[in-house]
């Protein structure tokens, strides 16, 4: 049960194409936004469609795949945990960032 404390699961795609950075310690990050969308009847019967985006960041060798393999698109599911972090803009404001950290991820969109 500990492996569930912390753990995300999302099928989307992709928003934008990754952004891959290579760290001065040689390691790659890939940064990456996924929309998932869920649907529904309303209470008039009139049919919604809602759209949630999500911001990804994967690092090493999963970094490495991303780059290869995903584009702006890309249906994916990913598998990961969820990061908050902060910091300071150049203002002084606090600002608070919730990430999904992905640790595998498998390609079901259909080949091109």
């Known amino acids: 049960m500990n492996a569930l404390r912390n753990k995300v699961q999302l099928i989307g795609n992709l928003g934008m194409n990754p952004e891959i950075k290579t760290l001065d310690s040689g390691k790659k990050l ?3 936004s ?3 969308n869920e649907s529904y009847k309303n209470a008039k019967g009139e049919f ?3 759209t949630q ?3 990804l ?10 780059e290869k393999y995903l ?3 890309s249906e994916v599911a990913i598998e990961g945990k969820l990061i908050n972090r902060n910091y300071t803009d150049k203002e002084g404001i606090k600002k608070y960032i919730t990430e999904i950290q992905v640790s595998d991820f ?3 969109g259909s080949k091109e």
Not at 58 to 66: L, N, P, R, S, V
């Open 34 to 36: 996924i929309a998932t």
């Open 48 to 50: 919604v469609k809602e």
């Open 106 to 108: 498998l390609m079901v």
């Open 71 to 73: 584009k702006k698109g």
């Open 30 to 32: 890939a940064k990456m």
């Open 53 to 55: 985006w999500h911001n």
């Open 57 to 66: 960041i994967a690092w090493g060798k999963t970094a490495d795949i991303i």
